[in-house]
């Protein structure tokens, strides 16, 4: 089974070593493809290692 897992703002800064500010700059200047959930929450398509860096997400361990 194919499950797609999303981290929040605050998951991707701390996997990046960097602010959320960050993050959020990332995210609007459309370097890290994001989906809006509710009103002004976002997440990121976290991905395995092995999917390689086009698969449009943030690597993460699965």
Same mark, same amino acid.
């Given at each position: 089974?194919?499950?797609?897992?999303?981290?929040?703002v605050a998951e991707v800064?701390s996997v990046m070593?960097?602010?959320k500010m960050?993050?959020?700059?990332?995210?609007?200047?459309?370097?890290?493809?994001a989906i809006?959930v509710?009103r %002004?929450?976002?997440?990121v398509?976290?991905?395995?290692?092995?999917d390689?860096? %086009?698969?449009?997400g943030?690597?993460?361990q699965?």
């Amino acid at each position: 089974m194919n499950e797609v897992a999303f981290l929040a703002v605050a998951e991707v800064a701390s996997v990046m070593s960097v602010s959320k500010m960050t993050v959020y700059r990332l995210v609007n200047s459309g370097h890290l493809p994001a989906i809006r959930v509710g009103r %002004g929450n976002w997440v990121v398509r976290a991905r395995r290692r092995a999917d390689g860096p %086009g698969s449009g997400g943030l690597g993460a361990q699965s």
